[in-house]
């Protein structure tokens, strides 16, 4: 495993503003089925009596609202900064020019800047510019949705087509979500795949973290690049194999989580009333309460769910800690 980050960083990857727990389930490798363990396991904390908020943070693909069956409702668009050029007002300095970091800004003649690239919202070309001649417009880079259905709650950032700022985009839906929170007793982040940026990010704040995996070469592999980003970050984390039964690597993906002293949560293997579930657009918790796929992700919702007080014995610690 890697060298651990800085206690700093660690201390503000953890930091949130409320005590409501934060899971989050993520994996190495794509299509290993972590959105179909986070939507259920989201219907197996409803089950079981829990206010669920979860969070769809696989900006670029997001398919939680599919896989429940439910619509995209309430748009709100996240938007970013973008310049406005007030030529009347400008010196003609070209210090916006070579503050964009991005390189889309081009003088095309006197007093004239014209945006010929992409624009990432840094504000860099507003902050620099001596006359005031920038103004603030906005650009829609995005749209979140908040769909409620009983003691569910999702949250839903997708990205627009073609555009790279994807990270805006997943700090606005966890923003939006975290407002929130107080009204939940659990948080579920599901991020996209990867080890990225927009992973660490969806991924901040989570008191447990779930990394789905299966047992097959690129799904071993992947498992570890992600074990090891999260010991960075210091995280607590266990591991899901899904498809347990797959002919292939189910000694070398478990011995990766051992290796490193996480433990496998759950094994989930191929199964029919769990495929039922993911065509029909339902949770197989609520399709087939009774069958084992169910009874494997509402075990595993009990066990999460003891390990956290609840949120009245986690505000009377957070106050006597502020006391001392």
């Not at 996240?78 to 300095?93: A, E, L, N, R, Y």
């Not at 008191?207 to 010991?231: K, M, Q, R």
């Not at 970050?233 to 000694?251: I, K, W």
Request: charged letters at 20%; a negative charge; one cysteine or more.
């Amino acid at each position: 495993m890697n060298k651990k980050l800085h206690p700093e960083i660690i201390k503000h990857f953890h930091s949130t503003t409320f005590t409501t727990p934060i899971i989050g389930v993520t994996g190495g490798k794509g299509g290993v089925g972590k959105s179909t363990i986070a939507i259920n396991l989201a219907a197996a904390f409803v089950a079981n009596g829990k206010k669920v908020a979860l969070i769809d943070a696989d900006v670029d693909a997001p398919n939680d609202s599919l896989l429940l069956g439910i619509p995209l409702e309430n748009p709100e668009p996240v938007t970013i900064m973008q310049p406005v050029f007030d030529s009347d007002k400008c010196t003609d300095c070209q210090k916006c020019v070579k503050a964009c970091q991005m390189n889309s800004l081009f003088r095309s003649r006197e007093k004239t800047i014209t945006m010929m690239g992409e624009c990432n919202g840094c504000e860099a070309c507003y902050l620099v510019c001596p006359a005031d001649a920038v103004g603030r417009g906005s650009h829609s880079v995005g749209t979140l949705y908040t769909t409620r259905r009983g003691d569910l709650t999702l949250y839903t950032g997708a990205l627009q087509p073609g555009l790279a700022e994807s990270a805006l985009v997943v700090n606005a839906v966890k923003k939006a979500a975290f407002a929130d929170a107080d009204n939940f007793d659990i948080i579920l982040v599901d991020t996209a795949p990867g080890t990225h940026c927009n992973v660490i990010g969806a991924l901040k704040g989570a008191g447990h973290v779930l990394a789905v995996t299966e047992p097959t070469p690129l799904g071993a592999h992947d498992l570890e690049l992600i074990l090891s980003l999260l010991d960075m970050f210091a995280v607590q984390t266990s591991v899901v194999l899904n498809r347990s039964d797959l002919p292939g690597q189910q000694e070398k993906t478990e011995k990766t989580g051992r290796a490193g002293s996480v433990p496998v949560a759950a094994e989930i293997k191929l199964d029919k009333d769990l495929l039922a579930g993911y065509l029909q657009g339902t949770p197989v918790v609520e399709l087939f309460p009774n069958s084992s796929a169910a009874k494997i992700f509402l075990d595993l919702a009990d066990r999460l769910a003891a390990a956290w007080p609840d949120q009245k014995t986690q505000a009377k610690t957070k106050a006597r800690q502020e006391q001392l």
